[in-house]
């Protein structure tokens, strides 16, 4: 039964025309990118830090190198727009068209039901993660050799190159780690979308939360204290672009986003039981 349900959580999910309009937007922003490189002088910088450092340029302006740098920047600003997005709908979304009472007269407790839409949209989160790193790849690609080695740069905080093996390795590994991320994002949503508000204020504080606890990692006079922050963790898929990778952070990143979704989670479904939906 519990399968069942989920599988028409899904197909309620994929059925809605707004679910795919992050996809469309991260395919015309992926190409827009990979344009822009191709088409301007935009990777003379990299081109000049990797000369100064002695490598070879041609062996690392490639598809990896230039699809990391795309997927940093999606990570930071679509990524958590269409997640939370999603999250803030998934409860409050159907209180407004009228639809939950309908939904609870099934033999459904009201905990199953959150647990339910928090799987499903582990699934959509998910998708938008493999989405944003295959077509990423894929697009870059078409304007860049396919199978050359993977510069990272980050001012201040990444620098790294690998040959294409190992940067696919590392590609497709801090993707997956990407995906807690998404799901913390989509978690958060979530929550608010438990209590009694519209879809748009859930996404708005969602977003909002997030953006406050990265202001305030960013700040130099918190910097000692920045590992208390939310946004700290969330980063954690850039450790796996590093060198060498930091596991013990990553371990330690990993099982804080681990314990905050059970922590959403269980306050989103505390809200949900003690929510008053017959009036």
Excluded at 105 to 126: C, Q, T, Y
Excluded at 260 to 275: K, W
Aim: charged letters at 15%.
């Amino acid at each position: 039964m519990f399968l069942l349900q989920l599988r028409n959580e899904l197909w309620k999910l994929f059925a809605k025309k707004r679910t795919y309009i992050g996809l469309g937007m991260f395919l015309i922003a992926q190409n827009a990118v990979i344009l822009l490189f191709r088409f301007t002088r935009a990777t003379n910088a990299m081109k000049r830090t990797l000369e100064g450092n002695g490598y070879d340029v041609t062996d690392y302006m490639s598809a990896l190198t230039l699809s990391t740098l795309m997927v940093i920047i999606m990570a930071h600003t679509l990524l958590p727009l269409y997640v939370a997005l999603m999250g803030g709908d998934f409860v409050a979304k159907e209180a407004e068209d009228g639809t939950l009472r309908m939904i609870l007269s099934r033999p459904i407790s009201r905990v199953r039901l959150i647990i339910l839409k928090w799987l499903a949209g582990g699934v959509f989160s998910a998708g938008m993660v493999v989405s944003l790193g295959l077509f990423g790849w894929l697009f870059s690609a078409i304007w860049f050799p396919a199978l050359g080695g993977m510069f990272v740069w980050v001012p201040g905080e990444v620098f790294s190159v690998y040959g294409f093996g190992a940067g696919a390795g590392h590609y497709a590994a801090a993707h997956l780690a990407m995906l807690a991320k998404a799901q913390t994002i989509m978690t958060v949503a979530l929550m608010f979308s438990c209590f009694n508000m519209k879809p748009a204020a859930a996404t708005v504080l969602a977003l909002s939360l997030l953006l406050i606890t990265r202001i305030l990692m960013e700040i130099p006079y918190f910097h000692d204290l920045k590992h208390w922050f939310l946004a700290y963790h969330l980063d954690v898929w850039h450790l796996f672009l590093l060198q060498p990778t930091p596991w013990p952070r990553i371990a330690e990143s990993m099982s804080i986003l681990a314990a905050v979704n059970v922590s959403l989670v269980v306050i989103g479904c505390t809200a949900f039981h003690l929510r008053d939906i017959k009036s």
